[in-house]
């Protein structure tokens, strides 16, 4: 007779058939069964305030994207070889969003195939090998990306060269003269760069976002030494950062490509690469690409739908609103509890320094049993990862303020040899 808990009997059957690279998070796994708007729900119907994950951008199963998906899978799924509206509204839609030299749209089914579609047509467009990552980034999956990945502690491939990123800098000029410093490194080792990748809101890195325009200096120094800069928005695009769509145009600067995945379909794996015609028609010339799942016609309205939802429900302006209110919340709460430091972020993407990885860590499983979920992240895994979907709203805000500075004054109470 099993006499496990439904968690218990989930977390032993996971380990009998899941392969051992899996990974949970939290040193007590939740254990979810629903979702709904900003919270999620365990075996048992506790609710958890979902303020990590940026997968479910509109909230988790808005009834809009849900009803879209399934209207659209009782009528037609099919692949970009036939011609279908859905991918080509879709295209149209986002290239909207998008600075005029950007005009071309390849559909691919995750950031992971976006980042590696990009890289690949970074080598093909400038004859090169050679790319600059920072130092603690994480770009996707493949064998490629893993190598560009520092954070995953993979070996880099052999033409990655990584630079610091800005966290926590005040200037705009480092992180350029820093990329500048690096192409002159590649070249003393016979290797001429091919494009800088970054995700611009450096969330792997610990979250770097002001002052905006720093990128501008970096992208400078890669076109002069004739690469690309591919911008990474799989974390910080489609509003999360406020005010703008994707987090490049913060910093005034136009990519060569750009790539996205995750809110894309609020859980539906669909994902995209945006590029100027010049980069991607060299590709084109010579290479063939299709992808399968790629631009299905259900993946795409699902994408339609979420485009719609942050139009019509004003999510980029409550991203900047409840990211300012939430980052007020943050810095009063480091004002009187010295664990907490720096406070960094756009809109709802937000990371707060914190004064060693043990005590990031205890604050993260902290804020899980209050029933709040975030994350942690940077070089050191010192740093508070904060992004909640874009529909949250002022009570859930003061819900994780509130839990948070209860774990805090529970931490300052703990005597450190019982930490």
């Known amino acids: ?32 069964v629903r979702g709904e708007g900003v919270w999620l729900y365990d075996s048992a119907g506790r609710p958890y305030l979902d303020a990590y994950n940026n997968v479910p951008v509109v909230g988790h199963c808005h009834p809009k994207v849900v009803g879209r998906l399934v209207k659209q899978a009782s009528i037609l799924n099919t692949h970009t070889r036939y011609i279908t509206d859905s991918p080509i509204e879709l295209a149209e839609r986002l290239l909207a969003t998008m600075p005029r030299e950007l005009t071309s749209v390849t559909f691919t089914c995750t950031g992971s195939e976006s980042n590696d579609l990009a890289v690949r047509i970074s080598k093909v467009a400038t004859g090169r090998t050679g790319f600059i990552v920072t130092d603690s980034a994480y770009h996707g999956t493949t064998e490629t990306l893993s190598r560009m990945s520092p954070v995953t502690g993979q070996a880099l491939g052999s033409d990655v060269f990584t630079v610091a990123a800005p966290v926590g800098e005040t200037n705009t000029t480092g992180f ?3 990329v500048r410093q690096c192409i002159e490194k ?10 800088l990748l ?8 610990g979250v770097a976002s002001h002052p905006a325009g720093f990128l501008a200096e970096a992208v400078k120094e890669i076109h002069a030494a004739g690469g690309l800069f591919i911008a990474d928005e799989v974390q910080p695009g ?14 005034g600067v136009i990519p060569d490509l750009v790539t996205m995945g995750k809110p894309m379909g609020n859980g539906h794996p669909i994902a995209a690469l945006v590029a100027r015609p010049e980069v991607m028609n060299e590709f084109a010339q010579a290479h063939r690409y299709f992808n399968t799942f790629g631009g299905n016609t259900v993946a795409c309205e699902v994408g339609l739908a979420v485009l719609d939802v942050i139009e019509q429900e004003g999510l980029m302006a409550n991203a900047q609103q409840m990211g300012e209110l939430l980052q007020q919340g943050l810095r009063s709460l480091a004002s ?5 430091g720096e406070v960094r972020g756009a809109g709802l993407f937000i ?8 005590a990031a860590a205890r604050i993260v499983n902290g804020l899980r049993r209050a029933g709040v979920l975030i ?3 940077g070089r050191n895994v010192d740093v508070l990862k904060i992004r909640p979907p874009l529909t949250i709203a002022r009570a859930e805000v003061e819900v994780l303020l509130d839990q948070l500075g209860k774990v805090l004054r529970s931490e300052a109470r703990t005597p450190a040899g019982r930490r």
């Open 336 to 340: 009187t509890h010295s664990v907490l």
């Open 176 to 178: 350029g003269a820093r």
């Open 198 to 205: 970054v995700d611009t809101i450096f969330g792997s890195d």
């Open 375 to 377: 994350g942690s992240a």
């Open 1 to 32: 007779m099993n006499n496990l808990s439904p968690t218990d009997d989930a977390l032993a059957r996971r380990k009998r058939v899941l392969a051992p690279t899996y990974r949970l998070f939290y040193e007590e796994p939740v254990h979810i």
């Open 186 to 195: 590649m070249r003393a080792a016979g290797i001429e760069p091919a494009a």
């Open 238 to 251: 489609f509003g999360r950062t406020g005010i703008n769509m994707w987090g490049f145009q913060r910093h």
């Open 351 to 358: 990371g707060v320094q914190v004064e060693s990885r043990e």
